[in-house]
T-cell receptor, first 111, second 115 residues
Framework: ELKVEQNPLFLSMQEGKNYTIYCNYS?????LYWYRQDPGKSLESLFV?????AVKQEGRLMASLDTKARLSTLHITAAVHDLSATYFC???????????FGTGTSLTVIP | DVKVTQSSRYLVKRTGEKVFLECVQD?????MFWYRQDPGLGLRLIYF???????EKGDIPEGYSVSREKKERFSLILESASTNQTSMYLC??????????????FGQGTRLTVV
């Protein structure tokens, strides 16, 4: 069974600081997804990473994928309060319709 | 825009009732999923379907069933609602795996309270 681990589970950071969320997974996969969830809301797609070395950036968020290390990172640059949310990574396998989600990282950006 | 629509945003039901949660997607996606989300437990897959009339159990299928009579609609059924099924329920859809980008799109969620 594919396991997806995120760390940290909780992250409190000051505005203007940088930080990285890590997503490790246990089985080879070439596709990784990052989602954002605001409190009481559903999941919104942030990034889709489809190959080794893929890097995507949107505003203050940058995601990367290293399929050999089975690791994805979500880097936050100069955090602002609006980034406070829970971030999930998810992995899928070629012959399996399911998505395997990490436990989520709850990010709070403090003014 | 891809749209996944869940029939209710909030629902309150009594213990023992039969509850139907409906989900409709407009992107002709083959795969559809039902998750429940509880604090500290992340997303847990209840059932998924990869084609009309096809269904597969996820991690926590007990107490639930599903129906997929049409490609665009995936229903979750709580046969006899219990208080431990109080949760946020999320529906998602995604295209067939042979495509390169198989991103899942989520509905807005249904917060179900069983009293």
């Amino acid at each position: 069974e594919l396991k997806v681990e995120q760390n940290p589970l909780f992250l409190s950071m000051q505005e203007g600081k940088n930080y990285t969320i890590y997503c490790n997974y246990s089985t080879t996969s070439d596709r990784l997804y990052w989602y954002r969830q605001d409190p009481g809301k559903s999941l919104e797609s942030l990034f889709v990473l489809l190959s080794n070395g893929a890097v995507k950036q949107e505003g203050r968020l940058m995601a990367s994928l290293d399929t050999k290390a089975r690791l994805s990172t979500l880097h936050i640059t100069a955090a602002v309060h609006d980034l406070s949310a829970t971030y999930f990574c998810a992995v899928d396998l070629s012959l399996d319709p399911q998505f395997y989600f990490g436990t989520g990282t709850s990010l709070t950006v403090i003014p | 825009d891809v749209k996944v629509t869940q029939s209710s945003r909030y629902l309150v039901k009594r213990t023992g009732e039969k509850v139907f949660l409906e989900c409709v997607q407009d992107m002709d996606h083959e795969n559809m999923f039902w998750y429940r989300q509880d604090p500290g437990l992340g997303l847990r897959l209840i059932y998924f379907s990869y084609d009309v009339k096809m269904k597969e159990k996820g991690d926590i299928p007990e107490g639930y069933s599903v129906s997929r009579e049409k490609k665009e609609r995936f229903s979750l059924i709580l046969e006899s609602a219990s208080t431990n099924q109080t949760s946020m329920y999320l529906c998602a859809s995604s295209p067939y795996r042979s495509l390169l980008n198989t991103e899942a799109f989520f509905g807005q969620g249904t917060r179900l309270t069983v009293v």
